[in-house]
């Protein structure tokens, strides 16, 4: 019985620490943030390096072939550093989604582009998973796409498409395709894109292995994903409230000992820390344990959505009015753990799926 | 990440599930007892022969004499938790005392209690806290003064579990009062049979006497009965505190908490309704079980690191804090899906699970507070834990 990381899975995350301490410092997350950058292509390019968008995609089509606790690893660094990069949709949700429902053909095409950076995917399943808005909603027909597919992550400069339609079909759908129009949508955290597409007649093609076991995935990984980022931008910021806790003085001394001040520090580090248990058995549950992996990781996105708000708001209250100021950057991190927060399932919404698949609400 | 126990783990588990299997007849039906009888002895005893009880205790003092083996150690309680057995005395005499002895006391002394008290011959109590001294246990002020052979000690002692039911003491007094307080502390052990101690049941607001007060008046001990040196006492202390620290938060009592509420959730209507069916408390119950995973697999986290001789930093910190948190919100949980049913307490009419969530809401509360309150427990975390300062020493008036 072990639980716990390997040798290996310690060397991965310190080693991906300290390329994003050197390429992504807040300066650079600042740049990417106020230019307007869909990514940050630097900090993409010392990534692919290190073979981060390849990462559970297997070696013979040029991945690294890990688990999804390894990229879970990378998810908790990449928000530890509030990372303007894309991660979460095209190199773990699509790979996944492929790697279930896609032709031989289809993976041999899109796998090693995805793993290697040459291609960043985009997934649309907002719709299936977290609930259809207004008038989006994509329908399949004659191998057409129509409609619209509402809040598509990694976005920004992505070449390929996954989208759901509303039958919980999955197609590929190129880029450049004709008929597609792209939305792009102004988030508070700008270290992530989101987006929205239209479709008037766009050709696609299906995905026509085990759709429903490949958009399970997708949101399961996706969620597990967003848990891990949470637990990383969530201890950077408790970090971060500790750090300037022990240099700020007020009334003659350092304000981190107070107790009203150390309790809040206390209190954010007692109630995160048992979410990185969550993640890493819910990311194991995945591969593992393929029955229990879509509660664990409704319990593990759910949980640290809640822990994170608290977090994000306590770290920005030690912070004093600095944390409230643009100048500290502090934002960053606490927007990025609220877009996690909504994405793919907010906790309330999440749970209740977690108290139907126990068969305690009917569906 | 392996969540296999390996076949000689597995192997280990059949042995105790042959074991059960075969004694279930002999374990005694009351899961916990003050003072044990022949039927608790005999089951005792039972259990150290065959290394369920007092595993790692050198046989010379009537242990079982093992290796030590986290994982042995959980196999055995998860088997024994899931047949409803209970596993061996728990009282403080074999939790904190023994351990305690073992590290710091006399060969003599070893000799002389950690068998009988494995045994269940001899009962100990705790004295601990004082009325003035809780939080800030080192300030606490029963006297013992040097008088011949003896001390004689005068002062009072509160929180004090089992006093009623206790051959013996394990007791902190002040016995350098000149020296700084963490240096003029002794650590006795005495008979409550000792001319001058009073023992006064102290009632809590379940309604039961779970705690007594101790009071002594010129109470004789002799010198020698002494753990550690004189002036020593605190840090003894703190070797048996550790062991307390250890047992208050346990993550797999929660799981079983939860199972129960689950159960009741399932089977407890109101309008004709399942409580579970209830979007507002269910979503509640969802939220806790999120609450009580993460800590079973966080525990799992610090069974590993244990096994490893790995020291889990902050990891190890927080159970007391958030275990006794998560549980006091269970039964907060169940209280409020039952309604009306929730205050039914005694003998009531419609009394629901023998009136146990109430006791259980409110017994939480004092584990809460007992063994390190959680504004200390936040203390040490964040001293501790996130390297943050100590709270500065109030300047001389």
Not at chain 2, 268 to 280: S, Y
Request: net charge negative.
């Amino acid at each position: 019985m072990e639980f716990g990381l390997s040798e290996d899975q310690r060397m991965l995350q310190d080693s991906l620490n300290g390329t994003l301490e050197r390429v992504c410092p807040l300066e650079r997350v600042r740049k990417a943030a106020e230019g307007g950058e869909a990514m940050a292509d630097d900090v993409w390019t010392a990534l692919t390096e290190l073979g981060v968008p390849g990462m559970i995609v297997p070696e013979a089509q040029g991945g690294l072939g890990l688990a999804l606790l390894d990229a879970a690893l990378v998810s908790e660094m990449l928000g530890r550093h509030v990372a303007p990069v894309p991660f979460i949709a095209t190199a773990v949700m699509a790979p996944a989604a492929l790697m279930r429902a896609g032709s031989m053909a289809q993976q041999e095409e899109w796998l090693p582009k995805l793993a290697s950076g040459e291609v960043v995917a985009s997934v649309a399943i907002a719709e299936k998973v977290s609930g259809a808005r207004e008038d989006a909603g994509v329908t399949a027909s004659g191998g057409k796409l129509n409609g619209k597919a509402w809040f598509a992550m990694d976005f920004g400069e992505a070449g390929l498409f996954i989208v759901a339609d509303m039958d919980g079909g999955l197609h590929l759908v190129k880029g450049d395709a004709k008929g597609l129009a792209r939305v792009g949508l102004t988030r508070i955290d700008l270290t992530r894109s989101l987006g929205e597409w239209q479709f008037d007649d766009v050709e696609a093609e299906p995905l026509s292995g085990d759709t429903v076991g490949a958009l399970n995935a997708m949101r399961d990984a996706g969620r597990i994903m967003l848990a891990a980022d949470t637990l990383g931008t969530g201890w950077m910021m408790i970090d971060k409230a500790v750090a300037y806790a022990k240099e700020r003085k007020q009334f003659g001394r350092v304000i981190g000992s107070f107790q009203a001040v150390k309790h809040m520090c206390a209190e954010m580090a007692a109630e995160l820390e048992p979410c990185r248990s969550l993640v890493w058995y819910a990311a194991h549950a995945f591969d593992e344990m393929p029955e229990e992996g879509p509660l664990m990781a409704a319990h593990a996105k759910s949980l640290t959505s809640d822990v994170g708000r608290f977090v994000a708001r306590t770290a920005t209250e030690v912070h004093g009015g600095m944390g409230f100021t643009d100048l500290l950057g502090l934002h960053y991190w606490f927007k990025r753990i609220g877009l996690n927060r909504q994405l793919l399932g907010a906790p309330e919404r999440v749970r209740r799926e977690a108290a139907v698949m126990q068969g305690w609400a009917a569906d | 990440m392996d969540l296999a126990y390996g076949p000689e783990y597995e192997a280990f588990r059949e042995e105790v599930r042959q074991f059960i299997a075969k004694h279930r007849k002999d374990a005694p039906e009351r899961m916990r007892v003050a003072r044990p009888d022949a039927e608790w002895k005999a089951w005792q005893q039972l259990l150290i022969e065959n290394g369920y009880a007092a595993r790692t205790i050198p046989t010379e003092y009537g242990g079982y004499g093992g290796e030590p083996d986290i994982l042995k150690s959980r196999i055995i309680a998860e088997e024994f938790t899931a047949a409803g057995l209970p596993l061996g005395l728990a009282n403080q005499g074999i939790s904190m005392f023994v351990p305690t002895l073992l590290e710091l006391g006399t060969p003599e002394q070893k000799q002389k209690w950690i068998e009988p008290t494995l045994k269940g011959e001899v009962v100990w109590c705790q004295g601990y806290s004082e009325p003035g001294s809780g939080s800030d246990l080192a300030s606490l002020q029963t006297k013992a003064t040097e008088d011949g052979d003896d001390f004689v000690i005068n002062g009072q002692k509160i929180w004090t579990s089992t006093a009623k039911d206790a051959d013996m003491i394990f007791c902190l007094v002040r016995t350098e009062p000149d020296a700084p307080k963490h240096q003029g502390i002794s650590y006795l052990l005495f008979s409550m049979d000792t001319p001058g101690i009073e023992v006064r049941p102290l009632k809590t607001m379940t309604g039961a006497a779970e705690f007594n007060e101790v009071f002594f008046t010129d109470v004789r001990v002799p010198k020698n009965q002494i753990v550690g040196e004189r002036g020593q006492g605190w840090f003894v202390a703190n070797a048996t505190l550790k062991h307390e620290r250890g047992m208050l938060g346990d993550p797999n009592q929660a799981g079983t908490r939860l199972k129960e509420i689950v159960d009741l959730m399932q089977t407890e209507t109101m309008d004709g309704q399942k409580l579970i069916e209830n979007p507002l408390y269910r979503d509640r119950l969802v939220e806790l079980q999120s609450r009580v995973y993460a800590m079973q697999f966080h525990g799992l986290r610090l069974l590993t690191a244990a096994s490893k001789g790995e020291d889990p930093g902050i990891a190890r910190l927080i159970v007391k804090l958030q275990g006794c948190e998560i549980n006091h919100q269970l039964a907060a949980l169940a209280i409020d899906a039952l309604g009306e049913l929730g205050v039914l307490y005694g003998k009531s009419p419609h009394l629901r699970a023998w009136g146990s969530w109430q006791s259980r809401y409110m017994f939480d509360l004092g584990l809460i507070i007992g063994g390190g309150t959680a504004q200390i427990q936040k203390n040490i975390i964040s001293e501790r834990g996130l390297d943050m300062p100590r709270e500065p020493k109030p300047a001389k008036a």
